[in-house]
Nanobody, 121 residues
Framework: AQLVESGGGSVQAGESLRLSCVRQ????????MGWWREAEGKEREGVAA???????VYADSVKDRFTISKDNSKSTLYLQMNSLKFEDTAMYYC????????????????WGQGTPVTVSS
């Protein structure tokens, strides 16, 4: 599966960014799609996921600040990130899984190359 992320960048704390991910091989409607991130020196963290039915799940660290959505007609996944914090600084990866239990646990078996997000305090 080819997943191509975009939208990362450098912002100040409190600002917003929207990440996008285009799925080039098969439609987003067939899989659970999500995002995970990896910050330098920290463990990989699942951020958000949206299943085939549009149900969403978020990590506690981003709940009420991030919103995941998808446009199946465009095979595109989004992550709207508001009220960004310094600790949100990480490489963000678009990801997918066909296993429902993995989806609810914010675990994935395929991902893209990542897009960097830097938040200055």
């Amino acid at each position: 599966a080819q997943l191509v992320e975009s939208g990362g960048g450098s912002v100040q704390a409190g600002e917003s960014l929207r990440l996008s991910c285009v799925r080039q091989v098969f439609p987003t409607s067939d899989y659970c799609m999500g995002w995970w991130r990896e910050a330098e020196g920290k463990e990989r963290e699942g951020v958000a996921a949206i299943d085939r039915n549009g149900n969403t799940v978020y990590a506690d660290s981003v709940k009420d600040r991030f919103t995941i959505s998808k446009d199946n007609s465009k095979s595109t996944l989004y992550l709207q990130m508001n009220s960004l914090k310094f600790e949100d600084t990480a490489m963000y990866y678009c990801a997918a899984t066909s296993v429902d239990s993995w989806c609810s646990a914010l675990q994935f078996h395929a991902w893209g190359q990542g897009t960097p997000v830097t938040v200055s305090s």
